[in-house]
C-alpha cells in the first residue's frame, strides 16, 4: 500500500516525517501552506481539523503525530519501534504522557497560563513543574523511553524534548540535554531534518 505524508516544513509533521524515515519504507510527501490549502474541503476530508501532519496508508487515514507514529510501528513490525505487546507498558505510558500531559503543560507555560494551586486537579498535568520532574526522572536511568532500545515512543517524546530544548520551554538538565543528543545524532533523524530543512527554504514564506 503507498504511503503518503501530508505536512509543511514549519509544523509538527516534522515528527511524522522522522518517524517515516525510521521505519525505512518508501513514502510520498505533500508540502500544504499554511492557510487556504489546509481549508480546502478536499484536504478537509482527511482532516476535519484542517491542520498537519496527516497519514494516508493505503485506504486509511491516520491524524495526531503520537497515533502516526504508534500505527507506523505497528504496520511495519519488522522496522523494531515497538517492544512486544507483553513489554508496553512504558512505550504507551511516555507517548501517552507526552501528547496529554506534556504537551498541555508546555503550552498552558508558553502561554503564561498559571493553573491556581487549588485548581491543579482539574487539569491533566497538575503543575508545570510536576510535569518536567516526572519526564526528567524517567529519563535519569535509561538512554530510551522503554529501557536499552530505541522506540516509536522515542520519536514523539523525543520531538518534544528537542522542540522545548531548542526554544527554552523546558528546562535544560544533563538528563534531557543528553536524551536530546542521542536522538538528533540518528541517521533518520538526520534525514529527515536534512528534507524538512530543505522543503522549507523552497516553500519560503508560504511554509510560515
Excluded at 504508534?70 to 501517552?96: E, G, K, M, Q, T
Excluded at 501528547?99 to 498559571?114: D, K, R
Excluded at 522506540?151 to 522545548?164: M, P
Amino acid at each position: 500500500m503507498s504511503l503518503t505524508l501530508y505536512s509543511n516544513p514549519m509544523s509538527r509533521g516534522r515528527i511524522a516525517r522522522w518517524m517515516l524515515e525510521e521505519a525505512g519504507r518508501p513514502y510520498d510527501i505533500r508540502m500544504l501552506p499554511y492557510g487556504a490549502a489546509m481549508q480546502d474541503g478536499t484536504y478537509r476530508q482527511l482532516n476535519p481539523m484542517a491542520k498537519v501532519p496527516v497519514l494516508v496508508h493505503g485506504d486509511q487515514v491516520v491524524t495526531e503525530c503520537a497515533a502516526i507514529c504508534a500505527y507506523l510501528a505497528d504496520a511495519f513490525p519488522d522496522a523494531a519501534l515497538a517492544p512486544d505487546p507483553r513489554d508496553r507498558a512504558d512505550y504507551y505510558r511516555w507517548l501517552f504522557f507526552a501528547a496529554g500531559p506534556l504537551e498541555q503543560a508546555v503550552t498552558n507555560h508558553s502561554l503564561g497560563v498559571e493553573v491556581p494551586e487549588d485548581r491543579r486537579g482539574m487539569v491533566g498535568y497538575g503543575s508545570y513543574d510536576r510535569t518536567m520532574q516526572a519526564l526528567d526522572t524517567m529519563l535519569e536511568d535509561r538512554p530510551y523511553i522503554t529501557g536499552a532500545d530505541f522506540s516509536a515512543a522515542d520519536v514523539y517524546v523525543g520531538a518534544q524534548v528537542i522542540w522545548g530544548l531548542g526554544f527554552k520551554t523546558i528546562p535544560a538538565t544533563p538528563a534531557l540535554e543528553a536524551y536530546r543528543d542521542r536522538l538528533t545524532a540518528r541517521p533518520a533523524f538526520q534525514r529527515a531534518k536534512t528534507l524538512d530543512d530543505a522543503a522549507a527554504e523552497a516553500m519560503g514564506p508560504a511554509a510560515g
